[in-house]
């Protein structure tokens, strides 16, 4: 019994040492009878351990199935023997791979089990399984990049291509790999490349563009690059990568006919060597030969001299000093005494912090420049008709969005031009849907045939005489105030009704300056213009009857009614301040004045004026009014100026807390301080109006609003030595 006893256990040891992993004997139910696991993974068990396992419960769900008809074939054949690769559970619950041989000694009397032996493949299959992934991955990158990807050992063996280059090549992949290069290209084709293959094999990479011609006769153009593959300092092949650029070259080829078509040519500037290039468009601007040879200086000295050479000189030195680009539209003179618009651009490369390269382009923009000058004239020419006229003008397209709304519609509807631009006409005058205003208006653009009507507005309790004409693009109206007239036939029929009124308006002081203001608008102003009108008849039908003396008399009487009529607008201005609601905003200041400026620009070129101004603030408060108090300030350093005196005037900003102060100061012909006081007084002036123009009204009206604006406004000025304005807005 002892000798069977090592007998057995010899057998045991003999079967356990020729396994790597472990053993497990199997009953003929497939239980567990005995295992022995080795491995840091399955764990060491040495004996048959008092909780039962089968195979069934040890192996995984998915691969049950397979495993389970192994060994069922395996019990019908004693002796016989099966492998097969499956997941079991190790000793912590977990799957892992095993690599099994199954061997039926049942009838065996010293086994009597199904011996399974098994290996531990779990490290060597999940890297499998990895490495598949991560070809698999890399394979579907490269087969949908757009580009055409190969890689040529150094003997230019093709080791791997993907789908695009395959494709192209109208190859499969089992012929491609291991092709030689000068096979796949053929001899023609493979000495076009063969330099390149040379560089890149000595480890140089190489890029250069091939044009191809398809069947139909279109032009295929390719950009190839060869990509070293080095390791250790030896080259053991390279990348090929192949793109289509077809649609790039095509754009390229329509961008040189688009620069052609648009006057437009490129320009370089080289700081290392002072070296200047000009595209062959960039001469033909200038109107050169196209030997002609470019440096800064010539280029520069191209601009018209003054104020536009002055500008490009600052342009070009700001980008090269501190790498600011540039925009702008100026004048030259050509090679050939022709003046031009040209949009110059300039851009610059920097190197180590230093500007190394400065370049641009050059756009010839004369024809369209001299049109936007001409329209910007007639524009501003119409625009000074329709805010001259006392009546309320605005206009709307055929959707009602409001495209003009002159000053007087401001006051008629107390709403800001900036606020109802780009709005619906009935969104602004909401109440008005449905009156006899919206009936009208609607029936004129329907019926394409002018309205004139009269209609009572209840919100502003006034009286309008309306004209509305319609046309392809919409409708314009001009409205009326005919109030007083109107107030003259109630008065007829309804005295009591008049008396009524009136005790209303004389009881709000508001309503009073505000009817004084359409009356000096419309009832002061007309005889005005009657006077000046005959006048100015009497002068050209009787004029050569008359003296000197006759003539000067009418010019007087011309002009005192045209002084006046300045004076009733200016009164009317100076009534309406702090009357009109107008909204708080963000009001950047430095836009204002250059807004200010091109209003000015006239007067500013004829000077030859000066005008600084940096680091101004944004500001909360009236945009309309803010620009009223700089226009004024700005417009009498301008006009107190002495002749002959070049005009310089600052302006700057200082936070004092609750209010930002400001100050314009000029070098103009000063105030005596004993005038400080009255010059901000209304119709106060201390010129006459043949040295200065003006109603004296202006401070009185800047005066007003700064104060409305809740801030102060003083000046301090030596007579002859300029002035400064100083006033505060409340933040």
Known sequence: MRQKTIENYKLFRKLIDNSYSGIYLLNESFEIIYRRLLTEELGVVEASSKQKHSIKTLTHPDDLEKVIALLSEIIKSPGNSSACVFRSKNHTGDFIWLRCTFSNMLNDPEVNAIVCNFLDINKDKLEHENI??????????????????????????????????????????????????????????FDLHRAHIEEVLNGIPQRFERTFY????????????YLPDEHAGVIK??????????????????????????????????????SMFWSDSAKEIHEVEPDFQPTMETCIDFYKDGKDRELIKAKIKSLIEYGEPFNEDLRILTFNGNYKWIRVIGESEFVNFKCARAYGSFQDINTQKISEIETLKAYEEKNIILESIGDAFFAVDRNWIISYWNKTSENVFFKNRDEVLGRN???????DVGSKSY???????????????EDYYILFNKWYEISAYPSTSGLSVYLKDVTIRKLSDLKLKSLNDSLQIKSRALAMSNAELEQFAFVASHDLQEPLRMVASFMTLLDQKYGNLLDAKGKQYIQFAVDGAKRMRNIILDLLDFSRIGRTSENNEDVDVTHIIEDILVLFRKQIDEQNAQIIFKC??????????VRQVFQNLIGNALKYQQNFTQPKIEVSAEDIGVHWKF????????????????????????????EYTGTGMGLAITKKIVESLGGDIWVHSSEGEGSTFYFTISK
Not at 616 to 625: D, E, F, H, R, W
Not at 677 to 690: D, G, M, P, S
């Open 132 to 189: 598949t992934k991560s070809e698999n991955f890399i394979r579907t990158i490269t087969d949908n990049l757009p580009a055409l990807i190969a890689y040529w050992n150094a003997d230019l063996v093709c080791m791997f291509a993907n789908k695009p280059y395959l494709e192209w090549f109208e190859m499969a992949a089992g012929k491609m790999i291991g092709i030689n290069k000068l096979e796949l290209l053929g001899q023609k084709e």
């Open 237 to 274: 092949g390279f990348y090929s990568l192949i793109y289509d650029v077809t649609e790039v070259k095509k754009l390229e080829i329509l961008l040189n006919k688009a620069t052609k078509l648009a006057r437009m040519g490129s320009w370089e500037f080289i700081l290392k060597d002072n």
């Open 663 to 690: 100050a314009i100061k000029d070098n103009g012909i000063g105030i005596d301080p004993e005038h400080f006081e009255k010059i901000f007084t209304i119709f106060q002036r201390l010129h006459n109006h043949t």
């Open 425 to 431: 006409l009935w969104e602004i005058l909401s109440d």
């Open 439 to 453: 009936n009208e208006y609607h029936r004129a653009l329907e019926t394409n045939r002018a309205s004139h009507f």
């Open 616 to 625: 101004l603030p944004i500001i909360k408060s009236a945009k309309v009014q």
């Open 214 to 225: 398809k069947p139909t006769g279109d032009k295929l153009f390719t950009l190839t690059q």
